[in-house]
């Protein structure tokens, strides 16, 4: 079974610090990766994913994410964050032939301060 | 981007009632899911389906049914509610390997 672990449980960061979140996950196959974002009160969003090709995937809002293979890693950056960052976010993993199962982390919750 | 709606939003009954969350999606997509999320966990899969008349469980045990009878409408009942039930429930719909997330229900039960 796949297990997907995010290290940190809650960041707290200033207005224009640079955000990274990390993401490892246990299965050894080809899989596709996701961030997901869930702005207070929102729904769960797709910030961005990868399926194949250049590992450094850039999503929505000035996000992006590096796929490492050899460190089983899919961490997300943002170079400078701003007030309306402050989420929750989830890394998620899913295995190409099993269609349904998406493995997802505890989330982080990220706060920025004004 | 697909638009899935899900109602009610928020929900709170007593004990023994039987419930239903609402769970429709405009983007024709054949595979549907329902998860449920408790605050600083991962988000569990409980129920899922293919297409029309296929409904399978998830990973997570769970005391809720559903049922496919139109492709867009993926309703979740619970019997009998408890307040172990008290949670926020997900549905969700996917294309090309994609999921995609309506706002879910919260639901306490007293």
């Known amino acids: 079974a796949q297990s997907v672990s995010q290290h940190n449980h809650h960041v707290i960061l200033s207005e224009a610090a640079s955000l990274e979140l990390g993401c490892n996950y246990s299965?050894?196959?080809?899989?596709?990766l996701f961030w997901y974002v869930q702005y207070p009160g929102q729904h769960l969003q797709l910030l961005l994913k990868?399926?194949?090709?250049?590992?450094l995937v850039k999503g929505i809002k000035g996000f992006e994410a590096e796929f490492i293979k050899s460190k089983f890693s899919f961490n997300l950056r943002k170079p400078s964050v701003q007030w309306s960052d402050t989420a929750e976010y989830f890394c998620a993993v899913k295995a190409p032939l099993n269609d349904y199962k998406l493995s997802f982390g505890a989330g982080t919750t990220v706060t920025v301060r004004a | 981007e697909a638009d899935i709606y899900q109602t009610p939003r928020y929900l709170v009954i007593g004990t023994g009632k039987k419930i239903t969350l609402e769970c429709s999606q405009t983007m024709g997509h054949d595979k549907m899911y329902w998860y449920q999320q408790d605050p600083g966990m991962e988000l569990h899969l409980i129920h899922y389906?293919?297409?029309?008349?296929?409904?399978e469980k998830g990973d997570l045990s769970s005391e809720s049914t559903v049922s496919r009878i139109r492709t867009e409408h993926f309703p979740l009942t619970l019997e009998s509610a408890r307040p172990s039930h008290t949670s926020q429930y997900l549905c969700?719909?996917?294309?090309?390997?994609?999921?995609?997330f309506g706002p879910g229900t919260r639901l306490l039960v007293l």
């Open positions: 299965y050894g196959g080809t899989v596709n």
């Open positions: 990868y399926f194949s090709g250049d590992p």
């Open positions: 389906s293919y297409g029309v008349n296929s409904t």
């Open positions: 969700a719909s996917s294309e090309m390997g994609t999921q995609y």
